[in-house]
């Protein structure tokens, strides 16, 4: 298996405008989560689905941020307007046992950059 | 040890040194404790896990210790080679979900040839 996949690799953007991260967990996984990390903050939970269906979305800042994931293969991170605060490397993890083992396995990571 | 800013505590070694990467977990009731490696450019990767009911745990070299009585975990690895240098995080849960996953802020390590 490939491994989790995520797109765009890096982003470059202008406040105001849309972006949009793509993600490809491993096939079978029924857990997919979203992360951001910042030197400040660290590693920050967004948002995490099982089974295609969101389990706990309170880590999603705010009302412009929006995730979903339409079918098991495939879930997307929306920012809408972006500003220069949501710079960060956004990770896509997922996972096939319920919690219990920590083993999450992570995409290389989306790395946003709001001008 | 943790970061408290925006620098991230740095461990230097050379190589085939033993290495220990201390960390301090916040919640008494945590009962659940992972490690990751995490290098440059790419996604944290699973390393080792530990539960309450231990205090040690050991992988391919490398040593997971637990002291719940001071709320301190540490990973030791022996032989350090160049391949390890990484920012390595410790991860505490409640093991009630996923949502209570907290990571720690991460150690660089840094191994000289």
């Known amino acids: 298996d490939a491994g989790v996949i995520q797109s765009p690799r890096h982003e470059v953007t202008e406040m105001g405008q849309e972006v949009t991260l793509r993600c490809k967990p491993i096939s079978g996984h029924d857990y997919l989560f979203w992360y951001r990390q910042t030197m400040m903050r660290g590693l920050e939970l967004l948002i995490y689905?099982?089974?295609?269906?969101?389990?706990?979305d309170s880590g999603m800042p705010e009302d412009r941020f929006s995730a979903k994931m339409p079918n098991a293969s495939f879930s997307t991170l929306k920012i809408q307007p972006s500003e220069p605060r949501d710079s960060a490397v956004y990770f896509c993890?997922?996972?096939?046992?319920?919690f219990g083992t920590g083993e999450l396995f992570f995409g290389e990571g989306s790395r946003l950059t709001v001008l | 040890g943790e970061s408290v800013g925006l620098h991230l505590p740095t461990l230097s070694v050379q190589e085939g040194d033993n290495s220990i990467i201390n960390c301090a977990y916040s919640?008494?009731?945590?009962?659940?404790f992972i490690w990751y490696k995490q290098e440059s450019g790419k996604g944290p990767q699973f390393i080792i896990d530990i539960r309450s009911n231990m205090d040690k745990r050991q992988g391919q070299r490398v040593t997971v210790l637990l002291n719940k009585t001071v709320k301190h975990l540490s990973l030791q690895i022996a032989a350090t080679q160049p391949g390890d240098s990484a920012v390595y995080f410790c991860?505490?849960?409640?093991?009630?979900?996923?949502?209570?996953?907290?990571f720690g802020k991460g150690t660089m390590l840094l191994v000289s040839p």
């Open positions: 993890a997922s996972s096939l046992f319920n």
């Open positions: 689905f099982n089974n295609n269906v969101p389990i706990d």
């Open positions: 919640n008494s009731a945590s009962d659940y």
């Open positions: 991860a505490e849960n409640r093991n009630s979900g996923y949502s209570t996953l907290t």
